[in-house]
């Protein structure tokens, strides 16, 4: 009963630094894809230096640009094979012969973790048993087996886990009468952590009963109890999506030949040929298409590296539209409004959301908009616009948000 307690606490401790490893906001908890970019508007004219009275109809054609930014996601639920390499302490059998009553050892591991949470471990361990001054000399066990798994989560982020499973050993001993081939049984616990450096290892703490059938010394079959530490390392296959790069719209320009110059009848600063919304009232805000700006304006082109705050490449053409309509209206106030999807904890999401806000305030100062004009908020998973139970709702509801206060 003493091993078993001890095996007990040391898994406690395991669970304990592999649940404070969770709470890290530097440790990835959610996982998250980037939405597609939405293409940047651009008005154009040109003024006549003729001085006929004709008018003449140009036709101009932008190039479309054909290169596309691939984007790397990580599904939530999904099929992962892995490596375990572990370093263990042993809790030998009393009835073994000599002194033995403590070793140490070493463990390798080839899983499979499958959707459903069911998966199986192709192990191979060495143990060193200490026999002490009168046993004669130290046991090397070596052991090779499988098991059955059953986890607790999607052994992405804190899972715990069950096992059950057994297979063949080898005991190496003096005297010889002492060695032995025989079959084993074994069960445990244990948890694996969320992942760390580059998503690419986690921590793995697991402790398990081994029961063999060997028959030495006037008993049959000894039961051990081995506490093991180390690292798992998964073998993702990315999920590739491609994004395509922002293309500038074919732009059709009416050149208007008159004696007065270009006409803008609505007075929002869009010439007429190219105001696809004309009759606006006055003192309306507008973009390049001479359309009234909405109140809020999704941000679809602002993406991020996975579980990051640092902006994408591709998040500085919507950026830039951002920064050119703010400089065209000085007096325009904003609120910069981040969202997640509902993976993770809200406390989590929440401060994921708010450094991504401000990640976007930050671009918008650097390119010559005041500070003060801006306000920069998190608001986590709330206010979803699209269902949590998709992949492509919650690709939708991970966004940022542009909200004009005036």
Known sequence: MRKLAVLVSIIGLCTAAAASAQSDPTTPAVIEDAPAAAPESTDSSTPSTD???????????????????SNWGLPGERDIDYISILGSYLFT???????ANSGAGASLIFGRHFA?????????????????STGGGDYYRHTLGGDLTYSFGDRQHF?????????????????RSLNGP??????????????????????????RAIHDFLSVGGHSGFTDYRASLGIEIPFYEPKAYDVPTPQPPTEVVKVIETKTGLEDSDGDGVVDTSDKCPDTPPNTRVDGDGCTIPKILRLDGVTFEF??????????????YVVKIMKK?????????GYTDSKGSAAYNLKLSQRRAAAVKEYLVAHGIEAARIAAKGYGKENPVASNDTDEGRERNRRVELHILN
């Open 51 to 69: 001085s006929s009275t004709a008018s003449t109809d140009t036709t101009t054609t932008s190039s479309d640009a054909a290169s596309s930014a």
């Open 93 to 99: 059998d009393t009835k073994r012969a000599g002194d």
């Open 116 to 132: 459903n949470h069911f998966g199986w471990e192709a192990n191979y361990s060495m143990d060193v048993i200490e026999t002490g």
């Open 159 to 175: 899972t715990p886990f069950l096992l059950i499973g057994g297979g063949g050993d080898f005991t190496d001993a003096h005297p």
């Open 182 to 207: 025989s079959g084993y049984v074994d069960g445990g616990v244990g948890i694996v952590s969320s992942t760390f450096w580059h998503n690419r290892v986690r921590l793995r703490a697991e402790g």
């Open 307 to 320: 579980d990051k705050s640092h902006l994408r490449p591709d998040s500085e053409t919507i950026l830039s």
């Open 329 to 337: 209206y000085p007096d325009m106030q904003v609120e910069l409004a």
